[in-house]
T-cell receptor
Framework: DTAVSQTPKYLVTQMGNDKSIKCEQNLGHDTMYWYKQDSKKFLKIMFSYNNKELIINETVPNRFSPKSPDKAHLNLHINSLELGDSAVYFC??????????????FGSGTRLTVV | GDSVTQMEGPVTLSEEAFLTINCTYTATGYPSLFWYVQYPGEGLQLLLKATKADDKGSNKGFEATYRKETTSFHLEKGSVQVSDSAVYFCALTSSGGYQKVTFGTGTKLQVIP
């Protein structure tokens, strides 16, 4: 069983479209995250939810909207996609703030290409 | 704010060579320090960690020691293998509350037979 699973793995779409990426974890963790990795491998946090509550919201265009229907799921919806949104998006989870001590568990990523 | 600085890559080594990847950090309080590894096409995996000064994290032959006096957490391995080829990320979280993980820019390691 995959601990943190993301779908889709690859997403190619045209500029201006709206798309969603889904993330699910079966670890019983209550904190989930979205990270963006650019072409130079730089990782930047976007959002974090704890028990469906938004706790970290970095400076991200409001075209990006996270949604957490329950603590096992954190989805990312992107409106009006732009070329600069092309990147690999990683979902991660941890138990509470124990990520500080035990680290995160990452999904395998969603490669988004905007053409 | 918090920051992590890693040596620029790529690092190319022959099999069985000694590996050092340098990492220094800036943070408030007493951060926890991590090394993550990303194999091609995969997500990041936690490699090792240290939560207080002088702690040594180790896993799969890799080691790193939390040096508060030099604010460093260098990754070492005595004898690398081709299967170690990956991108390595140094990271930290500051203490207190819900803190994000701050990552370094990653160092690509290529091990040739």
């Amino acid at each position: 069983d995959t601990a943190v699973s993301q779908t889709p793995k690859y997403l190619v779409t045209q500029m201006g479209n709206d798309k969603s990426i889904k993330c699910e974890q079966n670890l019983g963790h209550d904190t989930m995250y979205w990270y963006k990795q650019d072409s130079k491998k730089f990782l930047k946090i976007m959002f974090s939810y704890n028990n469906k509550e938004l706790i970290i919201n970095e400076t991200v265009p409001n075209r990006f909207s996270p949604k957490s229907p329950d603590k096992a799921h954190l989805n990312l919806h992107i409106n009006s996609l732009e070329l600069g949104d092309s990147a690999v998006y990683f979902c991660a989870s941890s138990q509470g703030n124990a990520g500080q001590i035990y680290g995160y568990t990452f999904g395998s990523g969603t490669r988004l290409t905007v053409v | 704010g918090d920051s992590v600085t890693q040596m620029e890559g790529p690092v190319t080594l022959s099999e069985e060579a000694f590996l050092t990847i340098n990492c220094t950090y800036t943070a408030t309080g007493y951060p926890s320090l991590f090394w993550y590894v990303q194999y091609p096409g995969e997500g990041l995996q936690l490699l090792l960690k240290a939560t207080k000064a002088d702690d040594k994290g180790s896993n799969k032959g890799f080691e790193a020691t939390y040096r508060k006096e030099t604010t460093s957490f260098h990754l070492e391995k005595g004898s690398v293998q081709v299967s170690d080829s990956a991108v390595y990320f140094c990271a930290l979280t500051s203490s207190g509350g819900y803190q994000k993980v701050t990552f370094g820019t990653g160092t690509k390691l290529q091990v040739i037979p």
